[in-house]
Antibody
Framework: QVQLQQWGAGLLKPSETLSLTCAVY????????WSWIRQPPGKGLEWIGE???????NYNPSLKSRVTISVDTSKNQFSLKLSSVTAADTAVYYCARGRDYYDSSGRYDAFDIWGQGTMVTVSS | DIQMTQSPSSLSASVGDRVTITCRASQGIRNDLGWYQQKPGKAPKRLIY???SLQSGVPSRFSGSGSGTEFTLTISSLQPEDFATYYC??????????FGQGTKLEIK
């Protein structure tokens, strides 16, 4: 059974860099893309970006200039960095399993397994 | 960008009711759509993928339908544990995923 466990700093000051890591336990790490998704308090879900085991990334254009997602295949972990944070970046951040890396059918169904979420607050 | 609009934004219903939530895409997205359920303080849970395929382990009272620009999530007989917020997600514009704004289902 695949499980995602995430961690990282929960309180940041404006202009600092958000840093979160997600570990994947069980299942295939190389067989999927891995994503970060966030949810501001009382609001909806926003996809941030994804990475595969070889380090290939895709980012939401709205955040692309500030986001870096990286992977450590030796530990089955992937990480999110978001630079120059402001109060607007206050949110619960989730990691999630993305699309099947080997699926050649053109389908990109994703996010069937999620981490527990990390509340990140940006405040001076 | 493809916009996803859910309706209604909120809904009150009773246990045993049949409930339908709609998601409309700003352009055709084939059947590249999923439905997610989120309870307070919890991560979302996928219910439906490919518009109408039931995720393993999800009760059969949940069903999805639609193709193109209009999609529906139906709960055939509401149970107490179904009161939650529901989101649709499109992946037709991959690598950009877009969620709908959510529908909050409350107890009447």
């Amino acid at each position: 059974q695949v499980q995602l466990q995430q961690w990282g700093a929960g309180l940041l000051k404006p202009s600092e860099t958000l840093s979160l890591t997600c570990a994947v336990y069980g299942g295939s790490f190389s067989g999927y893309y891995w994503s970060w998704i966030r949810q501001p308090p009382g609001k909806g879900l926003e996809w941030i970006g994804e990475i595969n085991h070889s380090g290939s990334t895709n980012y939401n254009p709205s955040l692309k200039s500030r986001v870096t997602i990286s992977v450590d295949t030796s530990k089955n972990q992937f990480s999110l960095k978001l630079s120059s944070v402001t109060a607007a970046d206050t949110a619960v951040y989730y990691c999630a399993r993305g699309r099947d890396y080997y699926d050649s059918s053109g389908r990109y169904d994703a996010f069937d397994i999620w981490g527990q979420g990390t509340m990140v607050t940006v405040s001076s | 960008d493809i916009q996803m609009t859910q309706s209604p934004s909120s809904l009150s219903a009773s246990v045993g009711d049949r409930v339908t939530i709609t998601c409309r895409a700003s352009q055709g997205i084939r059947n590249d759509l999923g439905w997610y359920q989120q309870k307070p303080g919890k991560a979302p849970k996928r219910l439906i993928y490919a518009a109408s395929s039931l995720q393993s382990g999800v009760p059969s009272r949940f069903s999805g339908s639609g193709s193109g620009t209009e999609f529906t999530l139906t709960i055939s007989s509401l149970q107490p544990e179904d009161f939650a917020t529901y989101y649709c997600l499109q992946h037709n514009s991959y690598p950009l995923y877009t969620f709908g704004q959510g529908t909050k289902l409350e107890i009447k």
